[in-house]
């Protein structure tokens, strides 16, 4: 699909650290899925329900886990027999990325930067973004048009602030942190106080402080804390349209997918995946490497290591048995019928 | 409640395809909702729920379903009857329609349009609007204030880019395609591989198609595809704050309803209709003119034509049972209790 | 955190209304969360289940309840007792808060203002922000950077219009109302009729009404109604990723929590809460001081003071019973067969 350059199969094997089965001399000049690819693509298979595209895909070369070595799927095929093909396809894409959204280098003239705002070396700012009072952005740093960063806030070196995204005052990002469009990182926390007569708003005076290396998708919240921090741990990556509430704090290199949200206070830990659209109760704990399914409603502590799914949030060994029980509700209620039936026959007989 | 222009009711009646009953010959100088109408307006009766006012709306004419034609409910009163009153009452919208989003034509001096940008006969172009390098703009399209086209974006003719949306490099958009403000199409998709000991970025190289008459609600996340496109056929419509992920393909005029989320590289297929806050799992095929459900949480394949709901989503029919059954839950309890006392006599006898 | 300023804990306490016990003489030179607290720290109790931090909190003084008068857990404290710890924290709060986002007064130059738009004394527009046509700004309101004000829209006095927010055309916006980032007022409504070839849009001819006194939230969206109004009552406070879609209609001082979504034409009541990721049908009523639980799906009227939950919503302690009975399924299933072995038993007897 995209023709940018043209490498050998071999070539491409050697930059992704795989080994080729086949004629390593076929040309590649773009990436492409299974079941669309054609001459000059390459193509890969991770999940084993693309298998059956193996046989009529017109990809001219295919990486695959080292365990198809010798396949008879894949006889007379250019393969890349890699550990993992994921990874493997991953770094194959680098080769032909065409780079990211595109910007001049400097600061556009239609900018607003501040004057006592400091730009590291090398920043580049596009069109309309704003750059308020005390505002450091790092070496490297790329602040896409229309973004907004706020009075005092620090971003770290070799960031991406993509198009029309919002960092509000006197927040902290970490160094190659990318933020993308729309995502509004530190509005204030929801907090409100009743005081008999109306809702008075809690001030919220905290921040965000976001990790190195921390990616975070389109659309997102992160609200600032009400004192203290809201914190995205180090290589934690965040999904698009994702609600993380005040002084909620996420570990390291963890996962959280989609529409999912965080109540507040909440702590993750490391490790944690969060599937799609999951909701996570207030003043709770995930531990590491827990694993909350998607949709699911978590009102308690989860352990370290735990998977849980449903509403209210089970153990997922747990919740799979009691999805069985329901569906085996009807025939549950004939059996009971069938066992009064036979009880008033033995009635009538006594 | 608009109160531009003045028609008669047999006037509208001749422009949205209606026969009029009654007095044809009143003045209509607005629309409002049934419970809300006075003289002057033009109100409709669609859903049978609002029929309880139909004797007390202060409407000067009331657009009905021509089952109606001579109903005791309606003596006295101008009526337009119509095949399909809705269809009707939405033509009659357009009569007083006030137009879209106001614009002053040409390119505004504070927008920021790229030298190598290709502006079509007829393009507007907002205050602080950017159009970067190399993208394309079809004749007749609108890009309002604030927003941004990427790079080598193609956008087709005779669309609206509303305030703040934000359309990132190389999408290309049909004609006659309407994008909500705050809506991102073309941001990366969520995909990183774990090599270990972090979470590596797959490059999504890929990009987003966007079909003819296609209209995207407002806070709309569609990811560009990791290769090949995530596609939105012709005449879908999709609801605000939805989240598509990367290389879903949906077919024409399917109905996306507000905060769905779809996985990434499912197939959904044309007439779909997936109603508020449906969670779509990755992988899978929604067959042509299928129904899910509200809140359904949909882990597999749903053939042409089913209707799902629930969690796990099931055939609908399937689901009401089995909620049928959750319901008598408690009494299925007490029976049980009874059996046993039963038994025990029966024991105790024995 | 925060050390703009010193204050002695019976200084504070005279502000926020509370009694002290202990030292008051004691410095208080921030605010923190009890679990973080340290040597100069104001923190507070409110939720019993910090209560085991009273011990180790380093803060130099501690708001409490009332009721923890003469509690040996506080023994040798400084403690300011209040009716409501919360309340008061949230005064003490505004004694530090280093106010709002910061802007310069007055017309920033790269803002785009229109000719015919009114604005009233002492108004701030930030930079790159857009002030349509006929707009009208009240005195002391803040339109930030990047914010959209459509044509002939109102905004109230002291408002808060945050950085890249978008107000669309003709919305009417109440007094020291606050919107936050990538939220969208007035976009159009998802309506559409099928005329049995394609979805025809049906035009949103009406408007968005937002009384005094409401806190809308970071990338909601709330869309102009059909005809008439979609209307948010005063004192209302709305959270993050909310949809509020076409003429729906919500009360006075009722909170609406995180990703919520409420349908088309739905009303709800004064001091509701909507807890986080809950979907409400369209067309329906939820009654004054109703709860609905998060996660729920309310697909009919709920009557005024009712807790719901669940999917499909019902009463709580409904919904709890069944819950619990779910969870006794397996055991269940184990006594049903218990019982028809203890039948087939009487039968051989027989």
């Known amino acids: 699909m995209e023709r940018s350059r043209s490498r050998t199969a071999a070539e491409i094997a050697e930059i992704v650290g795989a080994r080729v089965a086949g004629d390593g001399s076929v040309a590649i000049t773009g990436l492409a899925p299974i079941d669309d690819a054609g001459a000059g693509d390459l193509t890969f298979l991770a999940n084993p329900r693309y298998e059956k595209y193996l046989n009529s895909t017109g990809a001219s070369a295919i990486i695959v886990p080292i365990q198809y070595d010798g396949s008879p799927l894949l006889e007379g095929r250019t393969v890349l027999l890699a550990d993992d093909a994921y990874v493997a396809f991953a770094a194959a894409l680098a080769v032909f990325d065409a780079g990211p959204e595109s910007i001049m280098p400097g600061i556009d003239p239609s900018a ?42 620090v971003v770290g070196e070799d960031c991406t602030i993509f198009p029309n995204a919002t960092l509000k005052r006197s927040v902290t990002i970490g160094d190659r942190v990318a933020i993308h469009s729309g995502t509004i990182i530190g509005s204030d926390g929801f907090g409100f106080a009743w005081d008999g007569e109306q809702h008075r708003k809690v001030p919220q005076i905290g921040t965000v402080v976001v990790g190195d290396d921390v990616e975070i998708g389109a659309n997102v919240c992160i609200d600032r804390a009400t004192i203290g921090a809201t914190r995205i741990g180090r290589g934690t990556k965040i999904d698009n349209l994702v609600q993380i509430a005040h002084n909620v704090e996420i570990g390291q290199s963890s996962i959280v997918v989609a529409q999912v949200g965080v109540s507040g206070s909440t702590r993750i830990g490391n490790g944690v995946v969060l599937a799609g659209q999951a909701g996570i109760a207030g003043h709770i704990e995930i531990g590491d490497r827990a694993v909350v399914a998607a949709q699911a409603g978590v009102m308690g502590d989860v352990p370290p290591g735990e998977n849980v799914s449903g509403y209210p949030a089970l153990k997922h060994s747990l919740s799979k048995r009691l999805h069985a029980g329901i569906r085996n509700l009807p ?11 036979r009880l008033d026959d033995l009635d009538k007989e006594a």
Do not use: Q, W
């Open 112 to 153: 607003s930067v501040a004057d006592t705002a400091v730009l590291g070396e090398g920043v580049s700012v596009g069109p309309c973004a704003v750059i308020m009072t005390g505002a450091s952005i790092g070496a490297g740093t790329v602040v896409h048009a229309g973004a907004y960063i706020g009075a005092n806030s």
């Open 331 to 341: 025939s549950l209620f004939k059996r009971i019928k069938e066992i009064e039936r």
